[in-house]
Structures are given as structure tokens and as C-alpha cells.
């Protein structure tokens, strides 16, 4: 059974960092593309980002409202993935979710999310 | 303001069925069968339900069907059941800087 379980999240101040990891199970992640797709309270999915895996050579691709600020990585030994945010915003408000990605769109399993609130 | 428009609410009863739309443009779904369909309920992980426009993952039930016509994806839930409550997006690659766009969500209620 494929599993991926989000951690991280919480309570930071506009201009902070934070780092999410996920967890993955039930399939050999170092074949996958990641991806990263997030909600704000009330509002619909967004798309953050993806990591291809090691055959793509790892490259990474960013949705412009994070690019310069996310980055996404991933540690196949250990079934892991990354997201490290920058200079946060208080518009980065939002459940984060991890998704095992395709070539065909942002994710055909997703985590249950952790939820990263940025508030002075 | 979701790249792609999907109607907030719609409803419908038990053994009805119901289409849902999901409008792009000539940058998303006009020029790329990269569409795919989410359930979401709220507190769970969102799941996949078509996906390529018309493709079922392994696991979901016939009763879903998805197509496209133009800059518009459908997707086609027959037979409503109370379990089909929730909330559903569509996705769509585009070929703007941020290569995967999402809709609104549409909350669906089962009477």
C-alpha cells in the first residue's frame, strides 16, 4: 500500500523558514517524480513543485509564486522528500501535501498534509 | 483566483448523475490531454480519479467518466451516491512558468 506522510509543519513568522519532509512507502521512490501541491484555508489546490527523480537527473521545477523562495529535494535512501521555504509569506499559509508525481500531472497519491501557518 | 474555473457548489440526488465542467484556456487544456480529476474529502488525502482525461486509475469505480471538448473538461459521475459527497478538482499541464494548474474545486452535495 502506498503511503506518504507529510511532517514539519507549523507557526512561523512572515520572513521565516521552515523545512516539510514526507515519508514514503509502498513503492520504489527513486523511480518517482515528487511533487509538492498545497491549499490555502478556504481556497483550491495549488501546484508547488516537483522533483524528478534520478534518471531526469534530479531536476527540479517551481511554481513561480515560490520559485527563488521553495526548495525541493529528496533523499532516495531514506524514501524521503524536501521542501525547504524561505523567506515565507503570510499567503504561504496553507495545508502542504506530498504527492508522488508523473509525467501526466501533479500526483496520483497524495499524503494527508501538514499545515504551515505564517502569522505574526 | 485558480488558473482553471469550476462552479463552487452543484448538487444532486441518490441515483442521479451529474456532470462537472472545468474551464481553461488555449494554454491548458485546449492544447494538452495532461487532465486529471481529484476527490477530495476534507480531511483526507485527495484521491485520484481520472486521470490523461478519460483514464480510470485501478480501484475507482465505473460510475466515474471523464472528457474534454475544447478549452472545457467534464467529469461524469452516474448513479450519486451519498459516498460521492465531497469536493473535486481538475488539473490540467499548461504551458505557462508553472507547468501544472488546478481549478477552484467544485463542492459536490448528495441530497
Known amino acids: 500500500e502506498v503511503q506518504l506522510v507529510e511532517s514539519g509543519g507549523g507557526l512561523v513568522h512572515p520572513g521565516g523558514s521552515l523545512r516539510l519532509s514526507c515519508t514514503a512507502s509502498?513503492?520504489?521512490?527513486?523511480?518517482?517524480?515528487m511533487d509538492w501541491v498545497r491549499q490555502a484555508p478556504g481556497k483550491g489546490l495549488e501546484w508547488v513543485g516537483r522533483?524528478?527523480?534520478?534518471?531526469?537527473?534530479?531536476?527540479?521545477e517551481y511554481a513561480a509564486s515560490v520559485r527563488g523562495r521553495f526548495t525541493i529535494s529528496r533523499d532516495d535512501s531514506k524514501n524521503s522528500l524536501f521542501l525547504q521555504m524561505n523567506s515565507l509569506k503570510t499567503e504561504d499559509t496553507a495545508v502542504y501535501y506530498c504527492?508522488?508525481?508523473?509525467?501526466w500531472g501533479p500526483g496520483d497519491y497524495w499524503g494527508q498534509g501538514t499545515l504551515v501557518t505564517i502569522s505574526s | 483566483q485558480s488558473a482553471l474555473t469550476q462552479s463552487a457548489s452543484r448538487s444532486g440526488s441518490p441515483g442521479q448523475s451529474i456532470t462537472l465542467f472545468c474551464t481553461g484556456t488555449?494554454?491548458?487544456?485546449?492544447?494538452?490531454?495532461?487532465v486529471s480529476w481529484y476527490q477530495h474529502h476534507p480531511g483526507k488525502a485527495p484521491k485520484l480519479i481520472i486521470y490523461?482525461?478519460?483514464k480510470r486509475p485501478s480501484g475507482v469505480s465505473l460510475r466515474f467518466s471523464g472528457s474534454k471538448s475544447g478549452d472545457t473538461a467534464s467529469l461524469t459521475i452516474s448513479g450519486l451516491q451519498a459516498e460521492d459527497e465531497a469536493d473535486y478538482y481538475c488539473?490540467?499541464?499548461?504551458?505557462?512558468?508553472?507547468?501544472?494548474?488546478f481549478g477552484g474545486g467544485t463542492h459536490l452535495t448528495v441530497l
Open positions: 488539473s490540467s499541464y499548461t504551458s505557462t512558468s508553472t507547468n501544472w494548474v
Open positions: 488555449r494554454s491548458d487544456i485546449s492544447s494538452y490531454n495532461f
Open positions: 490523461d482525461v478519460t
Open positions: 509502498g513503492f520504489i521512490f527513486s523511480d518517482h517524480y
Open positions: 522533483i524528478k527523480n534520478k534518471l531526469n537527473s534530479y531536476i527540479t
Open positions: 504527492t508522488r508525481g508523473s509525467g
